[in-house]
């Protein structure tokens, strides 16, 4: 990129190296700004006769399109691209969605010394209209081998963010108790709704158990048959491990256990099932308050039909300790 300060006469095209402010300490054109014949008078007309412009040289890419590139080729999903000032472009979601992001690649691009990227966290719900990410450019030009270079990462790497739908994402909840169920359900309900509520979820299945292994299978057999999006287990009790109740139930059931403990306060003694395609939770102490818990960091990627494994539960411990 050259610099050099010239005629505004003959500035059109050029790329502003400052902001123009007014003698009154209004901005008139800022920084970056592609100077366009509409412009130059109007530059003429605040009295300027010389501006200091950039222009590209040989092998170098104009920022707004290099960022553009980048965001094209980073993302997937639910999401728009929208060009900002100043060598920006904003990764906007289109529709309620989950960010799913591939953090040791987003690292390896961001090592570039020619544009950074900024995400949402990894698994964060986001509402229609909500920026999702933004990619930054070093000002004015990247140096066209280095965002080659990039571009061949993504290519060959894949999708840094994913930007997932939620859709019809209807959820039921199993309430259990050791002596009464439905004590669970006075005591859990309104936490319940005001979560799910968070996450545009539908709470469509409710059942109530008391805590017996033969009763909780047989109530998460009648929801397993509604084709619920996740199962929620809410219960008064605090399981030792899978050989309690709650997990001896999904054995019987025939689930899969995914994943016992999580490295997430709170929320530590989250149990994750999948009985085909449908996971189940049961989160002990997280239906109390509706403040943030395991279940705010799971159910988002669950609603949003990705099936969250037992390695990626085990690394949320870097952030894990909510409040």
């Keep these: 990129m050259r610099a050099l300060t010239m005629d505004v006469r003959e500035s059109a095209g050029r790329i502003l190296c400052c902001t123009i402010f007014k003698p009154t300490g209004r901005k008139l054109l800022a920084k970056g700004h592609v100077l366009s014949e509409e ?20 092998g170098e890419v104009g920022e707004d399109d290099a960022v553009i590139a980048v965001a094209q080729a980073m993302c997937c999903g639910s999401v728009e691209i929208r060009l900002a000032a100043g060598g920006r472009a904003n990764l906007i979601a289109s529709e309620n969605c989950c960010t799913l992001v591939d953090d040791e690649l987003l690292k390896q691009i961001n090592c570039t010394a020619s544009l950074v990227i900024a995400t949402l966290p990894n698994y964060r719900f986001a509402h229609a209209g909500e920026r999702l990410a933004t990619v930054k450019s070093a000002p ?67 059942l109530s158990a008391i805590e017996e292994e033969e009763q909780v299978t047989k109530k998460l057999t009648h929801l397993l048959r509604m084709k619920p999006a996740s199962i ?30 999580a490295p997430v306060e709170p929320g530590n003694l989250m149990m994750l099932a999948y009985k085909d395609e449908v996971p189940i939770i049961s989160a002990p102490c997280c239906f109390r308050s509706p403040k943030p818990n395991v279940l705010d960091v799971v159910l988002p990627p669950m609603l949003a039909q990705y099936r969250i494994s037992g390695w990626e539960i085990a690394c949320l411990g870097h952030g894990g300790l909510l409040n």
């Excluded at 039921?172 to 979820?201: I, K, N, S």
């Excluded at 709650?246 to 689930?255: D, K, P, S, V």
Aim: charged share 25%.
């Design 232 to 261: 929620l287990v809410a219960s008064t009790t605090a399981p030792a491990g899978p050989e309690d109740v709650i997990g001896r139930a999904l054995t019987r059931l025939g689930a899969h256990l995914e994943r016992f403990l």
């Design 39 to 58: 412009d130059i008078r109007l530059l003429q007309t605040e009295g300027m006769q010389q501006v200091w412009v950039t222009e590209l040289e040989d």
């Design 140 to 206: 004015f030009a990247v140096a066209k081998p280095q965002l080659e270079a990039i571009l061949s990462i993504l290519s060959e790497r894949g999708e840094i963010l994913q930007a997932r739908p939620v859709r019809k994402a209807d959820v039921a909840v199993l309430y259990t108790d050791p002596v009464d169920g439905e004590r669970a359900r006075t005591l859990f309900e309104g936490v319940v709704h005001t979560r799910l509520d968070r996450f545009g979820a539908n709470l469509r299945f409710t």
